[in-house]
């Protein structure tokens, strides 16, 4: 069974930095992917990494978050920069039960095991 943690959300000003982390426990080689949730919006992909390596980002974070995950810790980051008020969310990890790659669009959130979050505001 795949569990997730995330920690490293916060508060800060537009333009500045944020790496969250999500610890993962029990094996997944799947996608896995970073998703967020604004206030009165529905869940979305943010950024995801495939199996091999490949990423994918969603057009809003293009060229200012980078996603890497380090197998060897089992330990997936985002790294987000230039950040904006827009930004502001509750942040997920997640991966997807059986998807090797392209999870970054949510077709049915049941078939991911998702973190509990980690909020980051933007000011």
């Known amino acids: 069974h795949v569990q997730l943690v995330e920690s490293g959300g916060g508060s800060v000003q537009a333009g500045g930095s944020l790496r969250v982390s999500c610890g993962v426990s029990?094996?997944?080689?799947?996608?896995m992917g970073w998703f967020r949730q604004a206030p009165g919006k529905e869940r979305e992909g943010v950024a995801s990494v495939d199996r091999d390596g490949g990423t994918t980002y969603a057009d809003s974070v293009k060229g200012r978050f980078t996603i890497s995950r380090d197998n060897a810790k089992n330990i997936l980051y985002l790294q987000m920069n230039k950040l904006k008020p827009e930004d502001t969310a509750m942040y997920y990890c997640?991966?997807?039960?059986?998807?090797?790659?392209?999870?970054?669009?949510?077709?049915?959130?049941?078939?991911?095991?998702w973190g509990q979050g980690t909020q980051v505001t933007v000011s």
């Open positions: 997640a991966a997807h039960d059986w998807l090797r790659s392209g999870c970054l669009r949510i077709r049915d959130e049941r078939n991911y095991y």
């Open positions: 029990g094996y997944t080689s799947n996608c």
